[in-house]
């Protein structure tokens, strides 16, 4: 059965500093998706991507963070200058057409700054 | 502003003991309501899509039933493999498309 997958599933770094949470959504799908859950706390959106092209984010998504499909495959998250509370978990979820009727979630980043 | 509240926080069942999660959400129009199972440590699974006052969806133990105002979950004769976090998150009519989520309901299915 096909699946999302996400690479590192732990990521430790110094606050300031630079990470990229990577992803590979289901081969066919077309439409990708960032969310973060900080402990104990609800899902949150980040951002929706469709066609190469950010088609919705929420306000959490700010100038730290982006997003790329650098190729047909992978789908990343870079926070550019960390922050003590940027540490949560990071969803990855994709979906095909009509998806966010469903969508397919990776297992997450958990994501510590220091 | 969307809200989505669900009850309770927590549940403990004896297996085999019937029981039902609740969400309640307050959004300007409903264009679809979503419940996701979550097992510790990994991503949302998805479950079922609502989208109208009536509607209902099973899926083995499960059952998503849906008013104007809130959804249940209803679990039957649950079995120890069911204990999760539950989740559900509603998406309102209009230009965006962003989900909100509740905060869940543990659930723990004792044997």
């Not at chain 1, 959504?25 to 900080?38: A, C, E, M």
């Not at chain 1, 919705?56 to 650098?70: A, C, G, L, M």
């Not at chain 2, 509240?5 to 039902?20: D, F, I, K, V, W």
Request: a negative charge; one cysteine or more.
């Amino acid at each position: 059965e096909p699946e999302v997958t996400q690479t590192p599933s732990h990521q430790v770094t110094q606050m300031g500093q630079e990470v990229i949470l990577r992803c590979v959504p289901i081969s066919n799908h077309l439409y990708f998706y960032w969310y973060r859950q900080i402990l104990g706390q609800k899902v949150e959106f980040l951002v929706s991507f469709y066609n190469n092209e950010i088609s919705e984010k929420s306000e959490i998504f700010d100038d730290q963070f982006s997003v790329e499909r650098p190729d047909g495959s992978n789908f990343t998250l870079k926070i550019r200058s960390t922050k003590l509370e940027d540490s949560a978990m990071y969803f990855c979820a994709s979906g095909g057409e009509g998806s966010y009727n469903e969508q397919f979630f990776g297992p997450g980043t958990r994501l510590t700054v220091l | 502003e969307d809200q989505v509240t669900q009850s309770p926080e927590a549940l403990r069942l004896q297996e085999g003991e019937s029981s039902s999660l609740n969400c309640s959400y307050t959004v300007s129009g409903l264009r679809g309501l979503f419940w996701y199972r979550q097992d510790p440590g990994k991503g949302p699974e998805f479950l079922f899509t609502l989208y109208s006052a009536g509607e209902e969806k099973e899926k083995e133990r499960l059952k998503a039933t849906l008013t104007k105002k809130e959804s249940f979950l209803h679990i039957t004769a649950p079995k120890p493999e069911d204990s999760a976090t539950y989740l559900c998150a509603v998406q309102a009519r209009g230009g965006s498309y962003i989900p909100t989520f509740g905060r869940g309901t543990s659930l723990i299915v004792h044997p």
